[in-house]
């Protein structure tokens, strides 16, 4: 099966258009967004559920209903995709127009799709999708997901006690991990795909640690050691580290997180996982 894999576009327009006529081109058996998708900061974009259906969701439609494409587009929100729009993803897989993951298992061809949006505490004030890691400790810098911003009501009981930790161990009874792909928006913790670039920053004259990842992805993959995870979040980790996969036992994790004008779009055939590529498409 061959799939196509983006994360983080933010918003880019011309970036979706392009990966639209990709799709439409080469006819992937699927493609998977990792999050991110709405721009960065809601000002930049007077109405996003009007860019959610005119630039993501007709595009789609185009495809599957108008050409007859028969690609599946599985989808999670990220951490800067304010979950209030979340609305319009489960109403537009209620539909059968693309799979919306999130926290969900789905069976694809003989394998599994897994989605997870949330990830570890960042340095911001969104929080909409951030829970606790492993446990209620935060890192240097950050902000506690207790504090911020939401803008969708969660209770305070869950946001004080639930965990990545915690949902993964459940995640994990619904397939098979060896025959199944994660879809998650943060990366694992310290590797190749969550190095930031805080080199020599300090708080309080405390050192930042350059690896951002979650603690709790990371013990997952060494543990459940799944077919494949894929990741965003860290746009400059591929800069930085001179790599957007790794292998740790017999786990594939590629990241399509990508900080330069082109678009990082990850081409894959889960009979061929060693031999995935990741091409960076201008957009002129």
Known sequence: MKYFFISDIHGNVPGLRKLFELVSGEKPDAVLFGGDILP???????????????EFLSRIRAL?????????????????????????FIKANEEGIIDYVHDKTVPFDDLFITG??????????FKDWERYDVSRHVDVGCVSPEEG????????????????AEDLKNLVLASPPEKTIYLFHAPPYD???????????????????????SI??????DEVQPLLTLHGHIHESARITGHWREMKGRTHS?????????LALIRFDTNDLANASRELVPLS
Do not use: C, W
Request: hydrophobic share 35%; proline share 8%; charged share 25%.
């Open 191 to 213: 590797s190749h795909l969550d190095r930031a670039a805080l080199d020599g920053m300090m708080v309080d004259h405390v050192p930042l640690d350059v690896h951002v990842g």
């Open 116 to 125: 997870y949006s949330y990830v570890n505490p960042t340095p911001f004030q």
């Open 254 to 262: 590629f990241s399509a997180a990508h900080e330069g004008p082109e």
């Open 40 to 54: 960065k900061g809601l000002g930049l974009v007077e109405d996003p559920e009007a860019f959610i259906e005119d």
């Open 149 to 164: 911003v939401r803008t969708v009501p969660i209770p305070q009981k869950d946001i004080e006690t639930t965990t990545i």
């Open 216 to 221: 709790a992805v990371q013990r997952f993959i």
């Open 64 to 88: 599957v209903e108008g050409d007859g494409l028969k690609t599946r587009f599985f989808v999670i929100m990220g951490n800067d995709d304010p979950r209030k729009y979340e609305g319009s």
